[in-house]
């Protein structure tokens, strides 16, 4: 199947300062790509949905000022989680949905923990 | 109301047991539907498609039932590597974004 890469896989950061995570489709064009974030024990929840070239579309409560999305490519999306607190700590996850089909390959998650 | 609703478990059940989970789905208009199994920090990984006549893949069987928006996962045989979290999915259409539900987790006792 198609592969989709994440990095950092892990990553520790204080709070107030902003992380940066990638996403990217290795094998294939991705022209959406899907941010989720999943608490400890709670299912995924669709943070935006961001589309090539375009202004990602964001979830209801998911404050976009905070999080950042650019979708530049066909091949990489980014998120990044600004001005971050303990309460952003969570499991995120992106997944990216080829133009041929309408399968979407989740990425393998970063894990962030906000000190 | 979630949109997809699911028995969050935990199911534990004994090594060779079968197990069955269900979903219910409100949006009449779903057209796709999954399960997805996700192992403990991992990302959701997609266990098969379910189809309207049912469908069946080694010991894993999905069924759907669109008049009682109901869908279900039956496992048979169950072995220590099936404990997970289950996750239903459900798609409104093609190119729509999939909808998770809140998963349930199995746990399968030696």
């Known amino acids: 199947g198609a592969v989709v890469s994440q990095h950092p896989s892990r990553v520790i950061c204080k709070s107030g300062t902003s992380v940066k995570i990638e996403c990217r489709s290795l094998d294939f064009q991705a022209t959406t790509m899907f941010w989720y974030r999943q608490f400890p024990k709670q299912s995924l929840m669709l943070m935006a949905t961001?589309?090539?070239?375009?202004?990602?579309?964001?979830e209801q409560g998911v404050e976009k000022d905070k999080f950042l999305i650019n979708h530049a490519s066909l091949t990489l999306s980014t998120l990044t989680v600004t001005s971050a607190h303990p309460e952003d700590s969570s499991f995120y996850i992106c997944s990216a949905r080829g133009t041929a089909d309408y399968e979407q390959y989740f990425g393998p998650g970063t894990r962030l923990t906000v000190t | 109301r979630k949109e997809v609703e699911q028995d969050p478990g935990p199911f534990n059940v004994p090594e060779g047991a079968t197990v069955a989970f269900n979903c219910t789905y409100s949006n009449s208009a779903s057209q796709s539907f999954f399960w997805y199994r996700q192992d403990c920090r991992k990302e959701p990984k997609l266990l098969m498609s379910?189809?309207?006549s049912g469908n069946e893949d080694g010991r894993f069987t999905a069924q759907l039932n669109r008049a009682s928006q109901y869908i279900s996962l039956l496992i048979r045989d169950s072995k220590l590597s099936d404990s997970a979290t289950y996750l239903c999915v459900v798609k409104h259409s093609n190119a729509s974004k999939i909808i998770f539900g809140s998963g349930t987790r199995l746990s399968i006792q030696p």
């Open positions: 379910v189809y309207s």
């Open positions: 961001s589309n090539e070239g375009s202004k990602a579309t964001y």
